[in-house]
T-cell receptor, first 112, second 110 residues
């Protein structure tokens, strides 16, 4: 509906697993974002990419590793996560950094 | 102090009521402002941008008060479908910093 898709929609993983979240935008936007939304907390910006270049990393632990191979795709590689990393991970895109953002449906992650 | 603060509510109003939310921000260099709505277990969806002169979109009116560092959202003639959490978003001078409020929950009742 919004032109931003995310897979998988749900993910359960153990602390020793490695998994990746995928985001794709079909809007021709130049900027893409990863957010984390935990229960009862505001959205937290994790990473910002502009034209495939990372322009912001908000002190995110290294167990989260983003990748932006082109302006339409964004990945979040997960490794050795902790139970407190369980949250809704949202991808968004905007025409340029600072413009209105459009969100994907999110990946609901549970770390056991 | 939080970058963006909102009253969490909930605001419980009858259909047809007018309701207003405020959102305060701490950084006077903030440059762009938005209202999003988020339904339970769904992604945030853009409701409207907030312009310096204020702007209206149907039943929704957004205002910006730079002197007092707050933005507001007014909803007229509330519908049941307006029930959601309303998120205030502020973008600071550094374009890479987006701050979301915790949201204000609105319940519109028949």
């Amino acid at each position: 509906e919004t032109g931003v898709t995310q897979t998988p929609r749900h993910l359960v993983m153990g602390m020793t697993n490695k998994k990746s979240l995928k985001c794709e935008q079909h809007l021709g936007h130049n900027a893409m974002y990863w957010y984390k939304q935990s229960a009862k907390k505001p959205l937290e910006l994790m990473f910002v990419y502009s034209l495939e270049e990372r322009v912001e990393n908000n002190s995110v632990p290294s167990r989260f590793s983003p990748e932006c191979p082109n302006s339409s795709h964004l990945f979040l590689h997960l490794h050795t996560l902790q139970p407190e990393d369980s949250a809704l991970y949202l991808c968004a895109s905007s025409q340029d950094v600072g413009d209105e953002q459009f969100f994907g449906p999110g990946t609901r992650l549970t770390v056991l | 102090r939080k970058e963006v603060e909102q009253d969490p509510g909930p605001f419980n109003v009858p259909e047809g009521a007018t309701v207003a939310f405020n959102c305060t921000y701490s950084n006077s260099a903030s440059q762009s402002f938005f209202w999003y709505r988020q339904d339970c277990r769904k992604e945030p969806k853009l409701l409207m941008s907030v312009y310096s002169s204020g702007n209206e979109d149907g039943r929704f009116t957004a205002q910006l008060n730079r002197a007092s560092q707050y933005i507001s959202l007014l909803i007229r003639d509330s519908k049941l479908s307006d029930s959601a959490t309303y998120l205030c978003v502020v973008n600071t001078y550094n374009f890479n910093k987006f701050y979301f409020g915790s949201g204000t929950k609105l319940n519109v009742k028949p």
